[in-house]
């Protein structure tokens, strides 16, 4: 009896484990159901970092075209 239930519980548990890989898996979709490419994930940099654009001037980290500055 003990083992069936530990059997039982080490399957859930693997059942469980794959659930969430296969959510982040997923292609991405136009409106139109059809696969398109992902948009790259944007990270925001860490506190105290300084961003600068394409021109060299500072901007605003999270804009288009900024760069993390050391």
């Known amino acids: ?7 039982a519980a080490a399957f859930a548990i693997s059942l469980s484990a794959l659930a969430p890989s296969a959510a982040f898996a997923a ?13 790259p ?3 925001a940099p860490a506190k105290g970092v300084r961003c600068k654009d394409a021109k060299g001037k500072f901007a605003k980290c999270g804009t288009a075209g900024a ?4």
């Open 41 to 43: 994930v944007v990270v």
């Open 67 to 70: 760069v993390p500055v050391k």
């Open 1 to 7: 009896m003990i083992r069936s239930l530990s059997l």
């Open 27 to 39: 292609p991405c979709k136009d409106a139109k159901g059809k696969f398109t490419k992902c948009p």
